[in-house]
């Protein structure tokens, strides 16, 4: 499930870069999980309303030693995180690992079916829906 802006990171990725891993990943965000913070099996997600919040949030996962983006063939594209706009019609720049279904604005790691959330507050979205989005 997304909202707003969405920072999107494998947890293999996170598993392999966060210093401490998932385990201290997870630590780190307690104060988050269940209000901007939650995840599945495979992916992890933080959030921001704005983008100076979203900018902030992958100046942090920067420091942390993530490639944000990369480029090739004269070509920016999302390396070891993601950021999903469902409002503004996706990621911006391609993401070769990230799944997206538009029509329920849900992401999924590619090659997977999308997993159970963990970490969410479901008493603050029991009657969610996803947003219609007018066809452009």
């Known amino acids: 499930m997304t909202e707003f802006l969405d920072l999107i990171v494998p947890i293999s990725t996170i598993e392999e870069k966060y210093p401490g891993g998932w385990e201290q990943c997870l630590i780190d965000h307690q104060p988050a ?5 939650w995840f599945d099996d495979r992916l992890f997600r933080d959030g921001a309303m704005n ?3 979203m900018e902030a949030l992958l100046g942090e996962w920067w420091k942390l030693g993530f490639e944000c983006s990369a480029e090739k063939d004269g070509q920016r594209y999302w390396k070891d995180v993601c ?12 993401c070769d ?3 997206v279904d538009m ?4 992401v999924y790691l590619k090659g997977t079916e999308p997993g159970e959330i963990r970490g ?3 008493d603050l979205v029991d009657d969610w829906e996803p947003p219609v989005f ?3």
């Open 83 to 94: 950021v999903f706009e469902g409002g503004a019609g996706g990621t911006g720049m391609p």
């Open 33 to 37: 999980i269940g209000g901007r913070v």
């Open 134 to 136: 007018p066809v452009l």
């Open 51 to 53: 983008r100076p919040a």
């Open 103 to 106: 029509v329920s604005q849900t």
């Open 97 to 99: 690992w990230l799944g």
């Open 120 to 122: 969410r507050d479901w």
